[in-house]
Nanobody, 127 residues
Framework: QLQLVESGGGLVQPGGSLRLSCAAS????????IAWFRQVPGKEREGVSC????????GYADSVKGRFTISRDDAQNTVYLQMVSLKPEDTAVYYC????????????????????WGQGIQVAISS
């Protein structure tokens, strides 16, 4: 059974850092594009970052560029989202998502582009 499990969330102060992990089971991540999304109550789920299969090209929302870094470790079947200089507006439930893809195509940060989703994990930035 294909499953994605997020971990690494929690409460940190503004300016702090967190690293989220997305561990896959039941399938091999290296054939998939992976994305991180976030959602706050009453708002649309926002595509934060994505990483393509193969060469691992990446994409970021303007709101997180320079602060968040997505990476993948296909040997560990895990994707990471390193978040630094966190702000209160980064508070949200973060989800990872996966979609099988073809090589040499850029990843997408659109919610409709992904079929497989984790359950989400809370990230809270507050002093």
């Amino acid at each position: 059974q294909l499953q994605l499990v997020e971990s690494g969330g929690g409460l940190v102060q503004p300016g702090g850092s967190l690293r989220l992990s997305c561990a896959a089971s039941g399938f091999t991540l290296n054939y998939y594009d992976i994305a991180w999304f976030r959602q706050v109550p009453g708002k649309e789920r926002e595509g934060v970052s994505c990483i393509s299969r193969g060469i691992g090209s990446t994409g970021y929302a303007d709101s997180v560029k320079g602060r968040f870094t997505i990476s993948r470790d296909d040997a560990q079947n895990t994707v990471y989202l390193q978040m630094v200089s966190l702000k209160p507006e980064d508070t949200a439930v973060y989800y990872c998502a996966a979609e099988p893809s073809t090589p040499f195509r850029p990843c997408r940060r659109s919610r409709v582009a992904y079929r497989y989703w984790g359950q989400g994990i809370q990230v809270a930035i507050s002093s």
